[in-house]
């Protein structure tokens, strides 16, 4: 990578570091004003965002996948089978919705006694997040494939200037619970999603006049679709389990509030491997040789290193930041840094496997995906035990499992990344597009849109 390339990657880096820490700021300020609804009401809110991550795994991939596409575009064909293909997929996301949609509605009673919600109000909000969120990767993904992180940086800021705006008066005017605060984050993603779809008009609204090939890109959207989909299951079962196993809501609660704070850091490191990302797919697809990697592992390293020793040398201080008016949360610091720690390898997880995925090395998917399963094992055979433990032991001991399966799922993808050479059953089933020139192979900004 030359100097001129290094440097559009620091600025692009830099800049959806500073958007995502502005959005997550305004993330963390909606917290602090949810915990106004009491213990038991904020745990409900915290599961269920869980919960929506967890059904939403299919379609977060979704960004990967239209990065993927988006920055191997090298011709005019490739770009009408991009617009074909964000058509498609924007129809028949709304159908698998109606689909899992009828599956929710059914299982309301069930699944309201099991997560605990008093009001199933807050459930059809879900409902209805799970409708716009497929479309929010969407126009990321193609976004970030066509280098514009000017527009992805700020759709990272408006979905926590909605979301926090909503809260602020739903909570504080309207005295509202659980079902209030996920009004909040729908009309967040509303927002968002609008803003989005304007930025990408150019794309979903032309005519491609060329049959979009089902078969062909599901075999490329499964194994991106399962390979995200293990960090996105071993951040999110933890609180699941949680919310389920323990019936004291003032103790979940804590244990939320120290999870977002790990959670936070992951998100804040998370925007430079969606940067290599787009440099590695389109590389990859130009036969060009790239050193985003070692990069991104490096300051992923640096920050997430740093961010743990500072929450183990000051454990309360996210907490004050996250709940400043809520002195009760701040009880959750002796979970602070254990949370640091075991989402570290997890951090590191992630950016290997985004560079797995860019580089089209399937054959890693089948062994990544087999960790979270035997995470959920390990947490589920543990439960009686955890059970009878005083519940602060049992959280740090559930943080720790989440620490190993982080680690484990660290190793498998570290394995797969040793040799960037090997040919895949992606590598033989499609060439890659010749080599441009230099001129044509600076990232390719759409119209009507910058690459910052």
Not at 103 to 130: E, Q, R
Request: hydrophobic content about 55%.
């Amino acid at each position: 990578m030359n100097v001129k390339r290094q440097a559009a990657f620091f600025w692009q880096s830099s800049w959806m570091v500073i958007a995502t820490f502005a959005g997550g700021m305004l993330m963390a300020m909606v917290h602090t004003v949810a915990r106004k609804m009491g213990p038991q009401e904020y745990s409900v809110f915290v599961t269920l965002l869980r919960l929506l991550i967890i059904m939403g795994i299919p379609a977060t991939a979704l960004q990967t996948i239209f990065a993927r596409q988006a920055a191997a575009v090298t011709n005019d064909t490739e770009e009408r089978q991009l617009i074909a293909t964000t058509r498609a997929v924007l129809l028949g996301t709304f159908l698998l919705w109606l689909v899992l949609a009828a599956i929710v509605i059914a299982g309301t009673g069930p699944l309201s006694h099991l997560l605990k919600i008093s009001n199933p109000v807050a459930l059809y909000f879900t409902l209805a997040m799970g409708l716009i969120g497929p479309w929010i990767p969407l126009v990321k993904g193609l976004l970030q494939g066509q280098h514009r992180f000017g527009g992805l940086g700020w759709l990272q800021i408006t979905d926590g200037v909605g979301r926090f705006g909503v809260m602020l008066a739903v909570i504080f005017l309207f005295r509202g619970k659980a079902a209030s605060a996920m009004f909040a984050a729908l009309m967040g993603q509303l927002i968002t999603v609008s803003i989005g779809a304007w930025l990408t008009r150019a794309t979903w609204r032309q005519r491609a006049r060329i049959a979009f090939d089902w078969k062909n890109w599901l075999g490329q959207a499964l194994p991106l679709t399962l390979g995200l989909g293990t960090v996105l299951a071993m951040s999110s079962l933890d609180m699941l389990f949680v919310q389920a196993l323990f019936a004291d809501t003032r103790q979940t609660a804590l244990y939320g509030g120290a999870m977002l704070t790990g959670f936070a850091i992951v998100q804040l490191i998370a925007p430079v491997a969606l940067v290599m990302f787009a440099w590695v797919a389109q590389s990859t697809a130009r036969s060009e040789r790239s050193d985003s990697l070692a990069m991104t592992l490096a300051a992923t390293l640096l920050f997430g290193v740093l961010a743990a020793v500072g929450c183990t040398w000051q454990p309360q201080l996210p907490l004050r930041l996250m709940y400043l008016s809520n002195p009760e949360m701040w009880q959750a610091a002796p979970l602070v840094p254990c949370f640091a720690w075991a989402l570290l390898p997890l951090t590191v997880a992630n950016v290997l496997i985004q560079n797995i995925l860019a580089r089209g090395r399937f054959r890693a998917v089948p062994w990544l995906v087999l960790v979270p399963p035997a995470y959920a094992a390990a947490l589920c055979l543990q439960a009686p035990a955890l059970a009878r433990m005083p519940q602060f032991d049992a959280f740090t001991r559930i943080i720790e499992t989440l620490g190993a399966g982080s680690t484990l799922l660290c190793l498998v993808a570290a394995w797969f990344s040793r040799n960037p050479k090997t040919v895949t059953v992606s590598d033989r089933v499609s060439e890659p597009a010749p080599a441009v020139s230099d001129r044509a192979s600076a990232p390719r900004a759409q119209k009507g849109g910058a690459a910052l």
